[in-house]
């Protein structure tokens, strides 16, 4: 029993040992840091909220293109990769816009069923 408890007692020697070390190395090593300027306010500049830039940010989709629940001519379905609408029973319904979505070009994905011929007597 007695070289159990000795082989305990220096693991904790030694562990308290390496604590103290470490901590000494780090303390020594902070010490050699040179201090921080007491005055850093002047050399740094903030822009102010009151500048605005010139020129509004571009819109990634031209002025011209039309807006995506306008209807293409002859067109059930269409989309512009972001929203998806169709026109069931002469009515519009589009899907809602997907997180950060970048639209493109408005594309047809189904086309109207061609209107069947009247029958004439």
């Not at 379905?77 to 899907?95: H, L, N």
């Amino acid at each position: 029993m007695l070289p159990s408890l000795l082989v305990r007692r220096l693991r904790i020697c030694c562990g308290l040992f390496m604590i103290v070390a470490a901590v000494t190395a780090t303390r020594a090593a902070h010490a050699a840091e040179p201090p921080a300027p007491a005055n850093c306010a002047p050399d740094q500049t903030l822009p102010s909220a009151d500048i605005v830039p010139e020129a509004p940010a571009k819109s990634p989709v031209p002025p011209n293109d039309p807006p995506v629940q306008a209807q293409p001519p002859g067109c059930a379905a269409w989309t512009d990769r972001c929203v998806i609408c169709q026109r069931e029973g002469g009515k519009i319904a589009c899907s809602n816009i997907g997180i950060a979505c970048q639209p493109q070009a408005i594309e047809c994905v189904r086309s109207e069923p061609a209107e069947e011929k009247k029958q004439g007597k």
